[in-house]
């Protein structure tokens, strides 16, 4: 029988945008990972079947250099996107402690700034930190859990440029009642806790709908699929890279994140000096554009239409191993190959085991819950980056700010990604690339981690030396009057931990949203890229368990604590998860997986691109993809 390839006209084995080479993939060939220790070849040459203009052979794929492809303007107009809604989301974050924790400064000018030329922090509600922190975390846990529920919806029923849409509306409400939270008259009469409340918690729904959608459409964008050979200016022959052009375009993302969340200054500075009301007013003006960025990326975006979700069969597939290998069998070689339509064939038990998907699909289902695994260890990269709950703002109050508000030298963590994210971008990177050297997404996750750790022994080690040091002793964060109520250090050594544990996100969060994207089924992307969202939602519910010893006298062990479990777990994942950078991933194209072929002993699925010669080129073939949000 001719294969599904063969079939094929010419036409058909080329995107219309791409040039890509389209076709079946064979099962066998997906899984292929050549001997040895060596890394291999960035894609396998067994998965490049089909012939395209540009082909590299085995040996370039080995020794030419690799450079990025053309990067399709609606990418970059997707990143003014997210800038537009981290801006009013981080304008508005740093801001939730200090509401809540401080009372309405006595002396200030009624709007929620202190007196000036004092050591004082604006306040409205004067509820202690304990409260303060248990809000915040709140907040942030909902933000992060909900991705959960959101992704899984726009994969099986709105698509994700839809609920993204939803969500930009229910963000426009929380934004309008935040500036009523900021009335004088109402804060005067203590009647601002029903709006402000209600404002956050509206906040974090719109910011879960947003979230886990909003990358997977950005990559969704990307065309360049396959490794093309092409000559330089200057005579050079050079790879045109998905993974380079993937890398290039997600830091960019990244960085547009940043600078959005860099708007954190801008509101701090106005809760400082002029109050509430301008501070909750920057947000709005920063989320306008959005409605009408959408609107004009409409009609503009590859859009790919909800096809319901793989969540289902995922289910069925981890109970047909549960029940064929027992809970023993779980993590051992050869767990996930008992429910694959070859395996249950040979074992002849089709009847008691029917399927409708085939063996790449449970290869699929497989990578992604390794890549589940791996983010089991991004909390505690979090909470070394941040501090445990709201401890790293309760540790600002304690230090000399000499004008500077409390709450501004948080942003410093957005300044150093600002910072160094065109480092990797145009330096590190293709310097690397060049040297043939392969810094895998395991490794720099590696890295991350072991500088998120530094950043929770710079916290443990300034936390240690004001309490040493404040008139107030162990409660130094408390609302303490004792002479200046502060140590006499410099606010700014806060920012050395703040800048290591931001730029400890660039070698964390931005491989985690490649892994997320390139190891899901493809009607799973938006749920599993929530999954990724969902380990910062478990910092945040460690933060909120833990209000009650988030305060002071306990604040230096706060911090301590998981500076020294964070470099244990950084010793673990690097062993548990190592021998991923040397294995060669490819995205699956595996969509029309519903084939019905039990008993098949080599299955051979759909590529999405077969049926039509204008389907969008998926992206990338490799998994070593570099893509994030500040989470």
């Known amino acids: 029988m001719a294969s599904a390839a063969e079939k094929m006209s010419p036409l058909e084995r080329k995107s219309s945008e791409g040039n890509s080479p389209v076709g079946v993939i064979d099962q066998e060939k997906m899984s292929h990972t050549p001997p040895g220790d060596a890394h291999a070849p960035y894609l396998d040459p ?59 400064p006595e002396g200030g000018n009624g709007w929620g700034a202190p007196p000036p030329n004092t050591q004082k922090t604006g306040g409205a509600l004067g509820m202690g930190t304990k409260i303060a922190n248990a809000v915040t975390q709140s907040f942030s846990m909902l933000a992060y859990s909900l ?186 070689h050869g767990f996930w190959d008992l429910a694959k339509p070859s395996n249950i064939a040979a074992a002849n038990l089709e009847a008691t085991y029917p399927t409708d998907w085939n063996d790449q699909f449970v290869e699929d289902v497989r990578r992604t819950f ?65 040297f043939n050297i392969h810094y895998g997404p395991v490794a720099r996750i590696t ?29 130094g964060s408390s609302d303490c009057s004792v002479g200046t109520g502060v140590a006499p250090i410099s606010i700014w050594w806060l920012a050395i931990p703040f800048a290591i544990g931001g730029i400890s996100e660039l070698f964390v969060n931005v491989p985690a949203y490649g892994i997320a994207y390139s190891r899901a089924p493809v009607n799973m992307r938006g749920l599993v890229s929530a999954l990724n969202l969902f380990n910062t939602a478990v910092a945040y519910a460690i933060g909120l368990a833990c209000s009650s010893v988030v305060t002071d006298p306990y604040l230096t062990w706060v911090f301590g604590g998981p500076a020294i479990a964070g470099g244990v777990l950084t010793v673990i994942f690097w062993f548990m998860f190592r021998h991923i950078d040397k294995e060669e991933y490819v995205l699956s194209h595996n969509k029309d997986y519903h084939l019905k072929l039990t008993g098949t002993a080599n299955v051979v699925g759909e590529n999405e691109l077969n049926k039509s010669t204008n389907r969008p080129a998926p992206i990338a073939e490799n998994e070593e993809m570099m893509i994030s949000p500040k989470q």
């Not at 537009?84 to 981080?90: F, G, M, V």
Request: glycine content about 10%; proline content about 6%.
């Open 370 to 434: 390794q890549a589940t695994g791996i983010f089991c260890f991004f909390p505690i990269q979090y909470i070394n980056d941040n501090g445990l709950g709201g401890a790293a703002n309760f540790l600002s109050t304690m230090l000399e700010t000499n004008g500077v508000p409390n709450d501004v030298i948080g942003n410093f963590n957005s300044l150093s990604i600002i910072a160094m994210a065109p480092v990797l971008n145009y330096g590190l990177y293709p310097l690397l690339r060049k």
């Open 447 to 475: 890295t991350g981690l072991a500088m998120s750790t530094l950043g929770g022994v710079g916290y443990t080690i300034l936390n240690y030396y004001a309490y040493k040091e404040s008139p107030c002793g162990e409660y």
């Open 46 to 104: 067994f998965t490049m079947d089909e012939d395209y203009d540009g082909k590299p052979t085995e040996e370039e794929l080995h020794t030419l250099r690799r450079v990025p492809g053309t990067i399709p303007i609606m990418a970059y107009l997707i990143c003014i996107v997210e800038f537009c809604e981290r801006a009013s989301y981080y304008g508005v974050q740093p801001l939730i402690s200090n509401y809540v924790n401080r009372p309405l």
């Open 147 to 332: 991705p959960l529920l959101f992704g899984y919806l726009a994969d099986a029923k709105t698509g994700r440029f839809k609920l993204i849409c939803w969500g930009v509306g229910v963000f426009g409400i929380a934004h309008v009642l935040m500036v009523v939270a900021g009335s004088k008259d109402l804060l005067a009469n203590g009647q601002t806790q029903g709006p402000y409340f209600l404002s956050v918690y509206i906040l974090a729904i719109g910011a879960a709908m947003f979230k886990p959608n909003v990358s997977p459409l950005l990559l969704d964008q990307i065309t360049t699929t396959v490794p093309k050979v092409i000559t330089l200016s200057s005579g050079e022959r050079v790879i045109q890279d998905p993974e380079s052009t993937t890398e290039r375009v997600m830091l960019w993302f990244y960085l547009m994140i940043n600078i959005g969340g860099f708007m954190g200054v801008a509101t701090s500075y106005s809760e400082k000096y002029v109050g509430w009301w301008l501070a909750f007013l920057i947000p709005l003006i920063l989320y306008l554009p959005l409605p009408l960025l959408l609107w004009f990326l409409y009609k503009r975006m590859i859009l790919h239409p909800p096809a319901g979700s793989d969540l289902p069969n995922v289910f069925r597939i981890l109970g047909i191993c549960f029940k064929r290998g027992g809970i023993k069998k779980f993590g051992r």
